[in-house]
């Protein structure tokens, strides 16, 4: 769950948001609306963390894990397309990492190998055997063909870019899942595949966008940020 108390954010003497107190439960996905300029995206950077408020607090259940569809195409340039996806389930990536780099190192003694032993642990109880063809099937279902898979972020065409990012935010099942414009750049038959994997999300969704049907489809609430002033 994650919670919204006594929220305020005014830039100078034009208020966003005031007073504001949600709960945002586990198996509903909530739509934010509201005009250009209203602070829909600024709403969802307040709950990443990104962006502190001037008054209140977010709070989510301990040991959840957020994941938040980035905007920034430019981020992962040099990784490839699998590995980014990967990416979004920071901790189960990290174990990776520490695991491989032990391996790798001709000089590592007995102890690191029992760290890697640990490790490895870790990462399967985290999912990370299944990883990969888990991601390649988001990889998938987005439109990204396999023989994209291998290929550095930075040299396929912008528009394939964002599908990354969303199936990097998708990845791993996250307790709590921040989409601004998810819908952006995608195809009628992609976000018709979009919309059935998130009407059968279990946990907690907010979903920023200005298509109201794809909001009606996936969403059992829909808030007016307007409403919040």
């Not at 709960?23 to 307040?46: M, R």
């Not at 032993?117 to 987005?142: K, N, Q, V």
Request: overall charge negative; hydrophobic content about 40%; glycine content about 8%.
């Amino acid at each position: 769950m994650i919670s919204v108390r006594d929220l305020k954010l005014a830039y100078g003497k034009r208020v966003l948001f005031d007073e504001v107190n949600l709960n945002f439960t586990k198996g509903n996905c909530y739509g934010v609306i509201g005009a250009n300029g209203a602070g829909k995206s600024t709403f969802l950077k307040i709950l990443s963390g990104e962006i502190e408020p001037n008054k209140g607090n977010v709070s989510i259940t301990p040991g959840e894990r957020m994941a938040v569809l980035k905007q920034n195409q430019f981020e992962f340039d040099n990784e490839t397309v699998l590995n980014t996806v990967l990416m979004g389930h920071k901790k189960m990536w990290d174990v990776m990492q520490k695991r491989d780099a032990i391996y790798a190192n001709p000089d590592a003694s007995e102890e690191d190998y029992m760290e890697a032993s640990h490790l490895e642990a870790e990462y399967g109880e985290m999912g990370g055997y299944e990883s990969e063809s888990d991601a390649a099937s988001f990889l998938s279902g987005l439109g990204i063909r396999d023989e994209m898979h291998q290929m550095l972020m930075k040299d396929i065409p912008s528009n394939m870019k964002v599908r990354v990012l969303l199936a990097q935010a998708l990845f791993g099942n996250p307790d709590i899942l921040l989409l601004d414009e998810p819908t952006n750049g995608l195809d009628i038959e992609t976000i018709s595949w979009l919309e059935n994997f998130l009407a059968e999300y279990e946990n907690v969704v907010l979903v920023v966008s200005h298509d109201r049907h794809f909001l009606d489809a996936v969403c059992t609430h829909v808030a007016d940020v307007d409403s919040q002033r």
